[in-house]
DNA sequence: GTCCCTATACTCGGATAGCAAGTGTCCGAGTATAGGCGG
DNA sequence: CCGCCTATACTCGGACACTTGCTATCCGAGTATAGGGAC
């Protein structure tokens, strides 16, 4: 069991967008760039997170991504829902209910045993995933990486595009 | 991003087989009757549970599977991890220390702040997987259902193995 | 009747196909910009 | 010189191939049992 590629490039979209100038967008192709990945799925990804309203779309030339909501409103389970899907990572197919034992006329409880207990610690993931923002990221790559680093990010962000 | 059925199946199969009397096994194929899944795959994914040393198989005729340890000291996790793997459920490409602005020379944090906090909900998951046991499981279920129901379930499980 | 031997039936274990979902790509719909043209 | 129109270039959005890993299966290795035969 493993979390798509898409998980871990939205995020770090995601902080990257929160770092921009109010007004600005930055488009999947130049994201792509800067993350040296395939400009084409990044953008099939970046679908997602627009479909659910994470991001706000520009369409046309000079168009792009910008965050659609300030960067502490959004959680982490936010993005890695819409990436991912809503759908619980247990799924229970009720075998307790099926073969031999199971006849008719039997009654069981109301939720398996088993299911609660993963959803349990499903819960506890979702919780962390929902206690941590996207301005959280974005706080701790600023305590870490140097001021050089950043700036000269920020110089490339802002050169023209054909240089993409 | 979903578990293997193999995680239901096995997890309901430790529940089962720790209400098994001392020096009682189950084979797979009457395991597999039991709750009507493909016995061959069942199989294995049983021996991955073996393999991990949480079950102990008896082969030769009229062998099968029991339990290793107590139930009690057989937590969830456990059980997850044989079927799954142990690796993370989040993987870091490490995207942030490539394209453009990742040039030679330039240092970074030990651990990128999004794979830490992924991790961080990762373990929260695996801490609430660690705290419950398979003797959770049973005394719930012992708990929910009706002790006729039991009754024939055992009965059905101490019935010659011919009839499978 | 008792012991031993053999054949059997049942078990686990790993190696082998089929399929679904994640991965990757492409082309069409839409829009702000840039340039040219006319007034 | 100013405003309008058109063509363009760039954007997002959804529909189409490919690859990995989960799903499912089969056959071989191994052992306790059951039965028959010899003593």
Redesign the pocket.
């Known amino acids: 069991?493993?979390l798509?590629?898409?998980v871990e490039w939205t995020l770090h979209v995601c902080a990257l967008l929160a770092t921009l100038p109010e007004g600005t967008t930055l488009?999947?192709?130049?994201l792509a760039a800067f993350y040296d990945v395939?400009p084409?799925?990044l953008?099939?990804q970046?679908?997602a997170l627009?479909?659910t309203g994470i991001v706000a779309?520009?369409?046309?030339?000079?168009?792009?991504?910008r965050l659609a909501r300030p960067a502490a409103e959004i959680a982490l389970l936010s993005v890695v829902e819409a990436v991912e899907g809503r759908e619980p990572v247990f799924r229970c197919a009720e075998i307790r209910q099926r073969g031999p034992s199971a006849g008719p006329g039997m009654t069981f409880a109301p939720v398996c045993g088993i299911a609660a207990a993963m959803a349990r610690a499903e819960a506890a993931w979702r919780a962390a995933l929902r206690a941590q923002s996207v301005a959280d990221l974005v706080a701790g790559m600023q305590r870490d990486v140097s001021p050089e680093q950043r700036r000269r990010a920020r110089a490339w962000l802002l050169t023209s595009?054909?240089s993409g």
């Open positions: 069991m493993q798509g590629e898409g488009s999947a192709r130049r395939p084409a799925y953008a099939k970046l679908q627009a479909a779309t520009v369409r046309g030339r000079g168009g792009g991504y595009q054909r």
